[in-house]
């Protein structure tokens, strides 16, 4: 793998579920808090975000370059359903919503 020095921006792979944690959905973005204010929103009603209520943050990996993010995001996208699981219970055992973490202060 080649390895890049840390870049000038910040991207996002993330995760989230529905309420009752039986969807899960793999993204990538630069701002996570205007990402997931969006789902929240459903700012897309036609996507799947919004036909399946996906908009609860449970997993996410901070990367310094674009690309990065992306071959991550894509890397996730392969897995099996409960290798993600793992993937995801390893940093949030409890599958607890994180959405808080991303919540604009002010």
Known sequence: MIEF???AYTFYVYILTNKT?????????????IRLNQ???KSNPNS???????????YYEKFG???Q?????KEIKTLSRNKKLELIRFQNPNLDFL????????
Do not use: D, S
């Open 5 to 7: 020095p840390e870049g």
């Open 21 to 33: 944690r039986t969807v899960l959905y793999t993204g990538v973005t630069n701002n996570l808090h």
């Open 39 to 41: 789902h929240q929103t």
């Open 48 to 58: 799947f975000t919004a036909k399946y209520n996906v908009k609860f943050l449970i």
């Open 65 to 67: 370059w674009i690309q």
């Open 69 to 73: 993010a992306i071959e991550r995001e």
């Open 99 to 106: 959405n808080h973490l991303f919540q604009q202060k002010f």
